[in-house]
């Protein structure tokens, strides 16, 4: 494992322990100015921004990682939420490419549940969670 997967990885288990998200923010930034097209960290970019309400940051970061990984469900989650959080057009094309994915690929559908778990957890009465949640049958 390269340097900067460590760090991702390291950045990744600290927000799983539930570390504060600002500084993980700054972490995943690094990572992507070192490796631009880290859609992986893009991904996780966009998540934090979204659970702290930094719409316009979550729609940049989640545009990123959704041109650098398409079929990322995550991706398209988090840009269906940014779409959503800033009143964007695009949201429902993306729910329903999401849809498409797990009926071709079923196994990909608990992480992303997971996630929505995760979400809810962290912010509790995020109402665009609420929706996607909603509209994707979980």
Request: glycine share 2%; proline share 4%.
């Amino acid at each position: 494992m390269n340097d900067i997967e460590a760090e991702f990885n390291a950045a990744l288990s600290r927000y799983e322990a539930g570390e504060d998200l600002l500084p993980l923010i700054d972490d995943f930034k690094k990572i992507i100015n070192q490796i631009p097209n880290h859609f992986a960290a893009w991904t996780c970019l966009a998540w934090l921004h979204l659970l702290l309400k930094n719409n316009n940051e979550a729609l940049f970061a989640a545009k990123q990682a959704v041109k650098l990984n398409g079929q990322d469900l995550q991706a398209r989650m988090n840009l269906s939420l940014a779409l959503l959080a800033t009143n964007t057009k695009g949201v429902r094309e993306n729910i329903d490419l999401i849809k498409r994915i797990i009926i071709m690929a079923p196994d990909l559908e608990e992480d992303l549940k997971l996630s929505v778990e995760d979400g809810f957890s962290r912010y509790p009465e995020w109402p665009e969670l609420k929706k996607v949640n909603k509209w994707l049958d979980f």
